[in-house]
Nanobody
Framework: VQLQASGGGLVQPGGSLRLSCVASGFTLDRYGIGWFRRAPGKEREWVSFISRDNGRTYYADSVKGRFTISRDNAKNAVYLQMASLKPEDTAVYFC????????????WGQGTLVTVSS
């Protein structure tokens, strides 16, 4: 059972990146998926969530209007499309899976580093 986040890299301010979260060993469509990030020297921050059942999406105020979370159940993947990136978006981004009715996340993936810098 594994979650793997990928797609990070170096991007200039105002640029875009798409992060992917792919599951192996279990089916992602049975889980709500969250994206989190941890910036250098800061606490982990929740970024976005997509629900298991109706695909409802939620965003932190800091990314609302710039980031879009989506899922492709056929590919067992969830994506985070990031646009209008700012230097303060620099962080390691993680995805996590939460079963229906759970208050905590069941699985966490390894992070992918996003660096926004000119």
């Amino acid at each position: 059972v594994q979650l793997q986040a990928s797609g990070g890299g170096l991007v200039q301010p105002g640029g875009s990146l798409r992060l992917s979260c792919v599951a192996s060993g279990f089916t992602l469509d049975r889980y709500g998926i969250g994206w989190f990030r941890r910036a250098p020297g800061k606490e982990r921050e929740w970024v976005s969530f997509i629900s298991r059942d109706n695909g409802r999406t939620y965003y932190a105020d800091s990314v609302k209007g710039r980031f879009t979370i989506s899922r492709d159940n056929a590919k067992n993947a969830v994506y985070l499309q990031m646009a209008s990136l700012k230097p303060e978006d620099t962080a390691v981004y993680f995805c996590a899976a939460k079963g229906l009715g759970r208050t905590t996340y069941d699985y966490w993936g390894q992070g992918t580093l996003v660096t926004v810098s000119s």
